[in-house]
């Protein structure tokens, strides 16, 4: 009797040895798993968008300027007024937004510095959002053509706008806005390609006699 009761204890705690075993394997082989050095999160990624090459063609839009449209680029609504004043909007094709010009003829260099003024307050009411605002100057004394180009970093309602003016008469803004929920990221691909066309235009801007 006492011999089958030894016994028994003896397979009960072979039993327990062997359970012990078991989880401490499944603990080492867990924690190895997520020690492992070749454990690297994939960063997220975003639709891509095929966009053409970069082609242009000559375009006079009703606000009083010559200018090089990106092929991809389509003239749209525009207004104007008896007080020297326009806007254009331009489709952006593939990019899915807007880009609208305002023309304003002005007769004084107080007038200049209003519409430069008011111009920069554009910019402003985005600051607390972009990341960043970078800018370029547009120095060209041939074409008469002075600005400044911005480009508005991050989750922002408009990512490009512009002011150009001859310093006598004519003055023209433009800002982009996109038909998408702000996320910069995902917009970064398609924002890249539409500067270089954006530029293309600014730097290709000429004045007109109204």
Known sequence: MFKNFGAMINFKRAIMLLEVLIFIFLINSTTSLFQTSDFIPKPPTYLRINLPDHYYHNEQVACFVMLESADIFTLKNVSTDNKGQCAQEIDLGPINGTLYLFYKAFNSQDSLAQL?????????????????????????????????FFTLKGNVATNYQ?????????????????????????????????????????NSLQWKKN
């Open 116 to 148: 430069i003024n008011i111009s920069n307050d554009f910019i402003d009411d985005h600051k607390i959002k972009a990341d960043r605002i970078d800018f370029q100057q547009i120095i060209d004394p041939k074409r008469r053509v002075f600005g400044t």
């Open 162 to 202: 512009f002011y150009l003016t001859d310093s006598t008469s004519n003055f023209i803004r433009g800002e982009v806005l996109l038909n998408c929920k702000p996320n910069y990221d995902s917009l970064r691909p398609s924002l890249e390609y539409l500067k270089i066309d954006l530029l293309h235009l600014v």
